[in-house]
């Protein structure tokens, strides 16, 4: 079975709905015994800083969600080029529970037939 990747980068601070419904959607398909990724890239990798968005009732059910992917085994990846341009250091990549994994990798994997790409903004 294919792997569903959910590609959000948007920016947390300012639109946080598609890095949400990508935690969202990963967390719906592990349940279902699915093999799922939360990729992040572009101004979605702040959302590894904690001030990378606001402190608000959507903020703190957003950190629920981030902080749910470490029991249902889906994996969440960083963007390392998006994560050098905006300060993020792999270690914080590492504490966010995440892991930096270039683009090239996914393309490959999306054009090979191995995964489904769905981007959400």
């Known amino acids: 079975m294919m ?8 920016d ?3 639109v946080p709905k598609p890095i949400w419904s990508a935690f969202h959607f990963a967390q719906a398909a592990a349940r279902a015994g699915l093999e799922a990724e939360v990729r992040l890239a572009g101004d979605a990798v702040t959302v590894a800083r904690q001030d990378g968005w606001a ?6 059910d957003l950190r629920e969600k981030i902080a749910a992917g ?11 080029n998006s994560s050098r341009a905006r300060g993020i250091s ?18 490959t994997e999306t054009a090979a037939g191995r995964c489904n790409l769905v981007y959400l903004g």
């Open 3 to 10: 792997r569903l990747i959910f590609f959000a980068s948007s």
């Open 12 to 14: 947390p601070a300012a």
């Open 55 to 60: 402190d608000t009732e959507p903020g703190a």
């Open 70 to 80: 470490a029991t249902l085994g889906y994996t969440i990846s960083m963007c390392p």
């Open 90 to 107: 792999e270690a914080q990549i590492e504490q966010f529970g995440a892991v930096p994994r270039p683009l090239g990798d996914i393309l």
